[in-house]
């Protein structure tokens, strides 16, 4: 029995921020957003919009009706969560109508808890091999005003379900972990954005993912010329390549390394449109790999590094499955076009709203545009969400 990813979802806000206007809004030259960072806009979320809206609408993009009452198990990787008790996953397995005998929880280490949570849905299946798992990576990337990160922010949610023999992608056995306890990257409860030493995570990524790949290779008698494409944590698309740039040695086939390097670029041809969406930009640059290079196919071996400030990284496998593409869409790029523009002042006013609670706990929201599902207001310190008919 195989298992892996039978389908995938992807869904983002309707507001985007191009670099070229922020670059001009802070007086820097655009082509170090463009050319230094590889980025070209940031999905932008407005007050109406979390990751149970994103979540909800990316698993509704692919689920049917038999998906939903097969899954049993819900689990949401984050770092944006909503609550600090009550997990995301339960209200999304209410909005999705997923029958009531699963689990639901939610998953934290920073951008890298999407890759336990998918570990834990194999090892799940491998013991119930008819049950589902509904994984979802959903986070919004909020470094503030002005701030080093600003450039790489973000929001986004990958939906992807866990199944045996899976119709997209099998995930193999080998894998290496690493864990560092370091201050790269956190959150504290008492802060809406994270603190960052923003050179040092960079050194840190590059350095973990470089030891990672020196124990996997000694584990499990790989090199790169096994692997037809390499998939990475993209907190912003050059760092990706740093990270490639790193895996490929000087004795590498020339042609082989050229190949890389081609899907490389399939592979972060979404983020450079969204930005970092932390737990799911591992998993985008897979969507974005397989829904825009065309030379792919069943069989080819498919390498990952995930990583997770704080930090835990791990480096996996998996194995594309003959006829993939048609579980999947062609490229979305026209889709993200459509993303409404904001000004520097709209994306300032918009990103940062905060909720304006009465004395009760109550607020209002004016209806902003969102994927499938809103966060319509707050009833007694109650999120309230509704599915949305028309998003116009
Ligand atoms: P910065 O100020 O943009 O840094 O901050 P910079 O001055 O080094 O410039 C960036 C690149 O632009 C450089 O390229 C410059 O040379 C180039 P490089 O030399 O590195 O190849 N550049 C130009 N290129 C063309 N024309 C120009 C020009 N000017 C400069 N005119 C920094 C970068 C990463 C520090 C900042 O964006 C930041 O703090 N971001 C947040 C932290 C981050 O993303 N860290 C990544 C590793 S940690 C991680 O991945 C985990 C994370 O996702 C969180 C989690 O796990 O939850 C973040």
């Known amino acids: ?67 939903c009452q097969t899954i049993d198990m819900v689990i949401v990787a984050t770092e944006s969560g ?94 290496v972990a690493q864990t560092r306890d370091i201050w790269d990257f956190w959150r504290p ?37 096994d692997f037809a494409a390499f998939c990475f944590h993209i907190p912003f698309p050059k760092l990706a390549l740093k990270g490639l740039n790193k895996l490929i040695t000087k004795d590498l086939n020339p042609d082989h390394k050229e190949k890389l390097l081609a899907q490389f670029d399939h592979s972060i041809a979404y983020s450079r449109q969204i930005g970092n969406i932390y737990t799911g930009s591992l998993y985008l640059g897979l969507l974005s790999l397989m829904e825009n290079s065309h030379d792919l196919q069943g069989g080819d071996k498919i390498g990952f590094f995930s990583y997770g400030s704080g930090a835990v990284c791990e480096i996996f496998q998996g ?7 048609d579980q999947l869409q062609s490229s979305r790029l026209d889709q993200f076009s459509q993303r409404q523009a904001l000004s520097v002042a709209e994306y300032e006013a918009l990103f940062y709203e905060q909720a304006q609670l009465d004395g009760q706990g109550n607020a209002t929201f004016p209806a902003f545009k969102t994927g499938a599902f809103a966060l319509t207001n707050i009833n007694q310190h109650q999120r309230m969400y509704q599915k949305v008919a028309d998003n116009d």
């Open 1 to 67: 029995m195989t298992i892996g990813i039978d389908k995938i979802g992807f869904a983002t806000s309707q507001y985007a921020l191009n670099m070229a206007d922020l670059a001009q809004a802070r007086g820097a030259d655009p082509a170090k957003f463009n050319e230094g960072l590889l980025l070209d806009a940031l999905s932008i979320t407005p007050i109406t919009e979390d990751i149970i809206t994103l979540g909800a609408s990316a698993a509704d993009s692919i689920l049917t009706e038999e998906d």
């Open 82 to 175: 909503v609550d600090q008790s009550k997990a995301a996953a339960v209200t999304i397995h209410h909005l999705l109508n997923i029958q009531p005998f699963a689990r639901a929880i939610e998953m934290k280490e920073a951008c890298y808890s999407a890759t336990a949570a998918l570990d834990y849905a194999r090892l799940h299946i491998e013991k119930n091999p008819d049950s589902r798992v509904l994984v979802i990576a959903s986070d919004i990337a909020k470094y503030g005003i002005e701030t080093a990160g600003e450039s790489t922010q973000g929001a986004g949610s990958l939906a992807l379900l866990v199944s045996a023999n899976p119709r997209i992608l099998e995930l193999d056995d080998n894998r």
């Open 189 to 225: 409860n008492y802060s809406e954005t994270p603190y960052v030493n923003g050179m040092y995570s960079t050194k840190q990524y590059l350095d973990t993912l470089k030891t990672t790949w020196e124990e996997f290779q000694r584990r499990y008698q790989v090199t790169l010329e």
């Open 319 to 325: 194995t594309l499955v003959d006829g993939f593409r």
